[in-house]
């Protein structure tokens, strides 16, 4: 299930009208040259405690537990 959700958001990255308009901005293409959009995804099994960081102008979702930290390693070490 995991896979197939990892498929079809990339996919559906390279499909989304938005990102394409980004892609073909003449502005945005002269400020960053090699612009991309890149994802990257970590999975884990185990336990996690999920949480929400931030101030009343953005909140960042934070996951704590010993098996997330290992798997965001993996993930990073892998780019």
């Known amino acids: 299930m995991s896979i197939m959700s ?3 958001i990339h996919a559906y990255i390279n499909i989304d009208p938005v990102v394409l308009k980004y892609r073909s901005n003449e502005k945005l293409c002269e400020r960053m040259a090699n612009y991309s959009v890149k994802i990257g995804f970590g999975m884990h099994y185990g336990w996690a405690i999920q949480g929400a960081l931030g101030s ?3 909140i960042d979702a934070s996951y704590l537990s010993p098996h997330v ?4 390693q993996l993930e ?3 780019k």
């Open 76 to 78: 990073g070490t892998t």
């Open 6 to 8: 990892f498929c079809k």
């Open 56 to 58: 009343a102008f953005k």
């Open 69 to 72: 930290n290992i798997t965001m």
